[in-house]
């Protein structure tokens, strides 16, 4: 594998989309299965900055309670939108149910987007707790030809931030049923 892009050394993200990205999981955890929200954004320097969340509906897809799933189709549609916008994909959160992990599945770090740099959180219980924290989730970056790797507390206080943002509505892609 070639890594065709430096690993930032920070990341930000406005407080708005960490909310929008943690009521719309919780939606889907209400009907207890996984949910998700996507991050575009911008690389600002040694800085991952994220800009806008996206959400996913229709058949393109599917949410259960252990098993989250998007079509190529669908994934299509939203690197569209984020080149439209000057936008790149720079991580994602997902939600496992109560009895899992916060850590990575084997669906999610083999079979998910795996470029160097990209963020893949998990979030606790559904996400059905509103004031779940960064620190709360299993935060995992991208390493390039090594893989992913959970980032501890310590370092996620360091290289993370959520800061205060004019909010802005989530950009929501797919068709509804």
């Known amino acids: 594998m070639t890594d065709f892009f430096e690993i ?44 806008q969340c996206v959400l996913l509906r229709g058949p393109g897809v599917l949410k259960r309670v252990n098993q989250l799933a998007i079509s190529a189709e669908l994934m299509n549609t939203v690197t569209f939108a984020a080149l439209d916008r000057g936008f790149i994909l720079v991580g994602q959160i997902h939600s496992h149910s109560p009895c899992a992990t916060t850590d990575l599945s084997y669906p999610d770090r083999y079979l998910g987007i795996s470029e160097p740099g990209y963020l893949s959180l998990v979030a606790p219980n559904f996400a059905r707790d509103p004031d779940t924290a960064l620190t709360d989730c299993g935060v995992h970056v991208h390493e390039g030809d090594s893989g992913w790797r959970r980032v501890g507390k310590a370092e996620i206080e360091r290289r993370f931030e959520i800061v205060n943002g004019e909010a802005i509505p989530p950009l929501v892609i797919g068709d509804e049923l």
């Open 8 to 51: 930032p050394d920070r990341w930000s993200m406005p407080d708005f989309v960490w909310r929008q990205s943690l009521a719309d999981m919780a939606l889907d955890g209400a009907q207890e299965r996984e949910g998700v929200a996507l991050w575009l954004g911008v690389i600002e320097g040694d800085t991952a900055a994220v800009r």
